[in-house]
């Protein structure tokens, strides 16, 4: 792993503040949606209502009770810790994010999920998060074991 200049560095953190804000809000009206659920005892309606807007939340399955919004909110909550401690695994657990939001939240989460996709693919994203920074290194001892044998 290559240290990273302070450039690079707030380069980075500028592409990856766009999938920050937007797991941010995600997760909140998850949470927000969770728990009123568990105040208001309705557990057959999963939905929201802001003012003249309902926001519905996805029924898994065979986690059709609680389970499915709880999954659903770790999903997001997951891949806002590996973005602000800058692991690499933050990368495939935001892009599967993005893809569910891209499902549940059908119109405008494919939107936003198309425009945030870019940014996990960017180099600089990468960079910045350690994406792939062991890899190659495994690859070059598989070689040298292979070559010795």
């Known amino acids: ?24 809000v995600i997760s909140v009206l998850a949470a927000i949606t969770t728990f009123s659920i568990f105040d208001t005892g309705n557990l057959l309606d999963r939905t ?30 997951a891949a806002l810790v590996g973005l602000y401690i800058r692991k690499g695994w933050a990368i495939p657990v935001g892009r599967a994010a993005l893809v569910v939001s891209m499902v549940v939240l059908f119109p405008v989460g494919t ?22 920074a062991g890899i190659d290194k495994d690859i070059d001892k598989k070689d040298e074991n292979k070559a010795t044998k």
């Open 111 to 132: 939107i936003f999920g198309a425009i945030l996709w870019k940014r996990f693919n960017d180099p600089v994203a990468k960079n910045y998060l350690n994406y792939g």
């Open 48 to 77: 929201m209502h802001i003012g003249p807007v309902a926001v519905g939340l996805p029924r898994i399955g065979f986690l059709s009770g609680d389970g499915g919004l709880w999954i659903f909110l770790a999903l997001y909550v």
């Open 1 to 24: 792993m290559t240290e990273q200049t302070k450039q690079e560095k707030k380069t980075g953190e500028k592409v990856v503040e766009g999938p920050k804000i937007y797991f941010w």
